[in-house]
């Protein structure tokens, strides 16, 4: 059985993009190898309907078209390196791992390889990810639209020129999420130190963050304009703006913790 697609790591990230594909049926199970050494998450891919092996070793025989690389940055070098025979070939390699740059890929696959470096986020579980590519010029056209339509099932796709963008793509939509996420836990805890119940403060804040993300994404108004809408004046949100918005707070603590993730990312390809 020849594959079209190897997913290598079918963890947090791997599985939110393969569960992504196989639903949109961008990919069909049959066409899909799965390599992963944890038991319990091979059993969960299986539950997908694809074919799974624990490493580069259960591969099928062919050349497949693409193999995705969805493993820890500290780990990836040597994990690839069992994928070497497909280099320099007809097989296009996609890697999702932050900061690692396509240099080390080509130096351990061989520097006519086609290589993709994707950014997603988790929320291509549910077809709403945010996915960032930059690929190298071995990447035939047909090969790019390819993994852009794949991509495309998952969430929203976006192509930067340099590759040096990609620490930053990864310190905003790559981690970003998790801001959000906190900005959520945050909330719920100010909700109930305002007097509100947890189950109702948990409410509050994830239907909110919710609402707001959906009205600015569907609205198409910039998010400025949203906020003044809200904001009536010397009212109530003027008054909690006043401290987030004081000496810039949230834009300088936000600024610092992109900036933390960006230059963490750029340790993590070293
Ligand atoms: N989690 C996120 O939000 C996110 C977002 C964007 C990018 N990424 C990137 O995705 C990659 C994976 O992150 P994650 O959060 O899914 O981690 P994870 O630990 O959940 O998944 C990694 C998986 O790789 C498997 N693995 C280890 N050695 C392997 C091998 N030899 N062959 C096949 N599989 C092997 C592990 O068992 C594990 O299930 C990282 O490089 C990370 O930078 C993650």
């Known amino acids: 059985m020849t594959v079209k697609v190897v997913l290598v790591g079918c963890g947090n990230m791997g599985h939110a993009m393969l569960a992504g594909w196989l639903k949109s049926g961008q990919l069909i199970p049959s066409e899909t190898f799965v390599a992963e050494p944890n038991t319990e998450l091979r059993a969960r891919?299986?539950?997908?309907?694809?074919?799974?092996?624990?490493?580069?070793?259960?591969?099928?025989?062919?050349?497949?078209?693409?193999?995705?690389?969805a493993?820890?940055?500290?780990?990836?070098?040597?994990?690839?390196?069992?994928?070497?025979?497909?280099?320099?070939?007809?097989?296009?390699?996609?890697?999702?791992?932050?900061?690692?740059?396509?240099?080390?890929?080509?130096?351990?696959?061989?520097?006519k390889t086609p290589i993709i470096r994707v950014m997603p986020n988790t929320p291509a579980a549910i077809g709403k990810g945010m996915m960032v590519v930059y690929a190298n010029a071995h990447v035939r056209p047909e090969t790019k639209k390819f993994v852009d339509e794949l991509l495309a099932a998952s969430g929203a796709v976006a192509t930067v020129d340099d590759e040096k963008l990609m620490d930053a793509v990864t310190a905003v939509s790559g981690s970003g999420p998790a801001y959000i996420f906190h900005f959520i836990e945050a909330l719920t805890a100010a909700a109930e130190h305002a007097g509100l119940p947890t189950e109702t403060a948990k409410l509050l804040a994830m239907q909110t963050v919710y609402g707001a993300a959906s009205l600015a994404a569907e609205s198409g108004e910039e998010p400025g304009l949203l906020r003044q809408q809200v904001t009536s004046p010397n009212g109530t949100t003027a008054a909690a703006l006043n401290v987030l918005m004081g000496d810039d707070r949230l834009k300088t603590l936000l600024t610092e913790a992109v900036e933390a993730a960006r230059l963490r990312s750029i340790e993590l390809g070293k």
């Open 45 to 69: 891919a299986e539950k997908l309907g694809v074919t799974t092996g624990a490493s580069a070793a259960d591969l099928p025989a062919g050349t497949p078209e693409l193999v995705v690389l």
């Open 71 to 111: 493993v820890k940055p500290q780990v990836i070098r040597d994990v690839t390196a069992g994928y070497k025979h497909l280099g320099n070939g007809q097989t296009s390699f996609v890697s999702v791992a932050a900061g690692t740059p396509i240099a080390t890929f080509e130096e351990v696959l061989g520097d």
